[in-house]
């Protein structure tokens, strides 16, 4: 069975999509918590960036995410931390610190966002990109460990409140249907790569148009 960083990989449009909006926070220091295999890692790199920590428990992960790291530019700072947020130096401080698809995952988000606020330095950034709409939680979401979908509420709730919300939007609006319609009639765990590539090609584009 494919893993959802398996199916999701070759998903750029989308990829592309989101990272189009974060270009303005990316420099400096730089966190990424959950890296996965490094797939986020071309569309979110820009050359404004010192210093880049990718945090990553699944040890199954690591050396991919070490190629992603070794296939950037010469000049990117990239470095591992086989772990959780909770195993970085306490001295460890960052402009940016990025969740892409990963409290989700999270049992205990609201700790986890708490931790990550005492990771940022002045005027630091949390950004966070998460599945939306706890009524489109399907066996698909059960499959790959995700305990919740979230809106721009529950999300809220989450985020430590010492933290300045800048700014919560909804994304890929005609996505939203084609997950009602895995959910209420295919009820599928896994879509396939095929439907992942149809997504991605048609769909992504169609919501990057009529997107709020």
């Not at 070794?70 to 460890?92: C, Y």
């Not at 997950?179 to 896994?190: E, K, P, Y």
Request: charged share 25%; hydrophobic share 40%; with cysteine.
């Amino acid at each position: 069975m494919k893993t959802e960083l398996d199916l999701f990989e070759n998903a750029t449009n989308w990829k592309s999509y989101w990272a189009s909006f974060l270009s303005e926070f990316i420099h400096g220091d730089v966190l990424e918590v959950g890296a996965g295999t490094g797939g986020n890692l071309r569309h979110l790199y820009r050359p404004t960036v010192d210093s880049w920590v990718c945090v990553e428990p699944d040890s199954e992960l690591i050396a991919s995410l070490q190629t992603s790291i070794d296939g950037l530019a010469a000049e990117f700072s990239g470095h591992i931390v086989h772990g959780t947020i909770r195993d970085l130096p306490d001295a460890a401080l960052f402009d940016a610190i990025f969740y892409i698809d990963v409290i989700e995952h999270i049992e205990d988000d609201r700790e986890e966002l708490e931790l990550a606020a005492r990771r940022l330095k002045p005027g630091g950034q949390l950004i966070i990109l998460v599945p939306a709409h706890n009524w489109l939680f399907s066996p698909f979401d059960a499959s790959i460990g995700h305990y919740r979908r979230y809106t721009q509420r529950s999300l809220r709730d989450v985020i430590p409140t010492h933290l300045v919300r800048k700014q919560l939007i909804y994304l890929d609006s005609v996505g939203m249907l084609a997950s009602l319609a895995n959910r209420l009639i295919l009820r599928s765990s896994t879509p396939t790569a095929k439907q992942i590539n149809i997504w991605d090609k048609r769909i992504v584009p169609v919501s990057k148009i009529i997107d709020p």
